[in-house]
């Protein structure tokens, strides 16, 4: 089996005191944009390494980032301690390209792409919409199973599913603990680990009306400055993804009535999350799209 360790990880700080590692890997093109992976809700980073290699055996300069609270960062939510979309977009997004960047000693404004799982997609369109975008060039997302948790998108079953979740993430953890403490009775029913409730009140906001409006402690009108992005995006996912119908996708889209979205099935029945350990069929696709831009 090929090795598929980082280069090294970069413990990075957050304005809480807690560090999210950034992982990377040196990739041979030195004319290629930076690769930044983003993962899902409740994946760690490292689930993504199969993937980075792939993609820095083809050339590109790779960091996979985390979301705080899960993986390996130091993050751990409380009633007393919360973080929400837009301190991920605003923080901990940029603090990890930075350090990236720094590591890989690429200037701050290298161009980059973002390969975005599931809930990185949504938090990659938050980014996207902020000044960060031409300070740091991000040149388009690619996302893999990315959509919006709009409960009408879903399948009935799959309907039902989420509706437990917002039932125990959002309410229960958002609303009524003030987060989500990942096991109960020693057992993670839910499986998506520990949460942060405005985080999940936000989620569960999504959920059920399809809106990012109003985000806690938000600095801008994220909904407006979405609308106006003019970007390349491509929402890519596997045909028995039911974590991401296309209609899924299409609901994140409307953000997003200005930028060059597509929508696009791969080949292959690698569901929401097998992919980025059997990466060849999204690295493939990965590749043409970023020839275009």
Known sequence: MTPTEPATTIPTEMPDGSTSPVQIWHGAGEDKPLVMIWPGFGMGGYYFRPLATELADRGFPVAVGELRGQGQSSARATRSTTWGYHDLASEDFPRQIRAAKEELELPEDHPMIFLAHSMGGQISCLFAARDDLQVLNLKGIFGVGAGSPYRPTFDPQMGRRLGIG?????????????????????????????????????????????SLSDLTGQDMDYVAAMSRLELPVLFTRFTNDQDCPTASSEALAEFLPNADVRYEDLPGELGHNRWAREPGIVADRFVSFAGLL
Do not use: C, S, T
Not at 198 to 204: K, T, Y
């Open 166 to 210: 917002a039932l125990f993430l959002g309410r229960v953890g958002g609303h009524g603990l003030g987060y989500w403490p990942g096991k109960v009775l020693g057992k993670d029913f839910i499986g998506y680990g520990r949460q942060a409730g405005a985080h999940m009140r936000e989620w569960l906001r999504f959920h059920k009306h399809n």
